[in-house]
């Protein structure tokens, strides 16, 4: 009998009250005898199935979250788990290819190709299951650049923040599939920006801002031009993220 629960025995009946402890969900078997006063003693035995469900107090939820999530293969991530409900099993898919990786509750996984990589995560609490999939939430990436409006020069190489370029549109012409362009948060009088059909991940970060999580780029289009020109090809693995994008003006199609 879980932990929060009683049972009390009425004549050829048993009532089970109580409420289980938190953590307690399953299905548990219960052996019960019965006697009678006769002589000589007749008794009977059988087993329950009683099934123990959360009662409402927590959900089941799967949720989680990885660290690092992106950088170059091969790329070691560790990933927690942030379920409710009490789970009490975990079967990780790390490519969402429908095979399960790990059955730890908080593993370590390493990439080695690269590209972008989906996540799925299922969790059970003995009776419910729920799965939480995260799209896209992994970039294993060939190589890095780095962009710095503020102290970055397009005559660099662009290998790190002490040798970074100075404009996206350097870091774009030089980068490839799957290559990382981290672009620190300055402003950026650029337009046009062209991916070349490209799977680039164009990533915004607080580089020059460390105290100010909320810090971004931003791409100034000055009212000459769309920001970004998407005619090649480009697929969704040609990402934008954490860019604040102000005065663009498009007046046709494939850009904005």
């Given at each position: 009998?879980?932990?929060?629960?009683?049972?009390?025995?009425?004549?050829?009946?048993?009532?089970?009250?109580?409420?289980?402890?938190?953590?307690?969900?399953?299905?548990?078997?219960?052996?019960?005898?019965?006697?009678?006063?006769?002589?000589?003693?007749?008794s009977a035995h059988?087993?329950?199935?009683?099934?123990?469900?959360?009662?409402?107090?927590?959900?089941?939820?799967?949720?989680?979250?990885?660290?690092?999530?992106?950088?170059?293969?091969?790329?070691?991530?560790?990933?927690?788990?942030?379920?409710?409900?009490?789970?009490?099993?975990?079967?990780?898919?790390?490519?969402?290819?429908?095979?399960?990786?790990?059955?730890?509750?908080?593993?370590?996984?390493?990439?080695?190709?690269?590209?972008?990589y989906t996540v799925?995560?299922?969790?059970?609490?003995?009776?419910?299951?729920?799965?939480?999939?995260?799209?896209?939430?992994?970039?294993?990436?060939?190589?890095?650049?780095?962009?710095?409006?503020?102290?970055?020069?397009?005559?660099?190489?662009?290998?790190?923040w002490s040798d970074?370029?100075?404009?996206?549109?350097?870091?774009?012409?030089?980068?490839?599939?799957?290559?990382?362009?981290?672009?620190?948060?300055?402003?950026?009088?650029?337009?046009?920006?062209?991916?070349?059909?490209?799977?680039?991940?164009?990533?915004?970060?607080?580089?020059?801002?460390?105290?100010?999580?909320?810090?971004?780029?931003?791409?100034?289009?000055?009212?000459?031009?769309?920001?970004?020109?998407?005619?090649?090809?480009?697929?969704?693995?040609?990402?934008?993220?954490?860019?604040?994008?102000?005065?663009?003006?498009?007046?046709?199609?494939?850009?904005?």
């Open positions: 009998m879980p932990p929060g629960l009683t049972w009390v025995g009425f004549g050829d009946a048993v009532e089970i009250t109580g409420t289980p402890d938190v953590g307690t969900a399953g299905t548990y078997s219960v052996d019960v005898t019965v006697s009678d006063s006769s002589s000589p003693t007749q059988t087993t329950l199935q009683l099934v123990v469900n959360s009662g409402g107090v927590t959900t089941l939820k799967a949720d989680f979250e990885a660290t690092p999530t992106y950088g170059k293969a091969p790329l070691t991530v560790n990933f927690t788990d942030k379920s409710t409900g009490n789970p009490i099993s975990w079967e990780w898919d790390f490519d969402n290819d429908g095979i399960v990786d790990s059955v730890d509750q908080n593993p370590t996984y390493t990439y080695y190709n690269p590209g972008w799925k995560l299922t969790v059970s609490d003995g009776i419910d299951t729920d799965t939480c999939v995260k799209e896209m939430y992994i970039l294993v990436a060939n190589g890095i650049y780095y962009v710095d409006g503020v102290n970055g020069n397009d005559a660099n190489g662009g290998t790190g970074a370029f100075a404009t996206i549109g350097k870091a774009l012409s030089v980068a490839g599939d799957y290559d990382l362009v981290l672009v620190a948060d300055s402003t950026y009088n650029e337009r046009d920006l062209d991916y070349s059909g490209k799977a680039i991940y164009l990533k915004g970060v607080n580089h020059n801002t460390p105290s100010d999580p909320n810090a971004r780029p931003v791409i100034d289009c000055q009212q000459l031009g769309r920001a970004f020109w998407f005619h090649s090809g480009e697929t969704e693995d040609s990402v934008i993220d954490n860019f604040v994008i102000q005065n663009g003006r498009a007046e046709d199609t494939y850009g904005g």
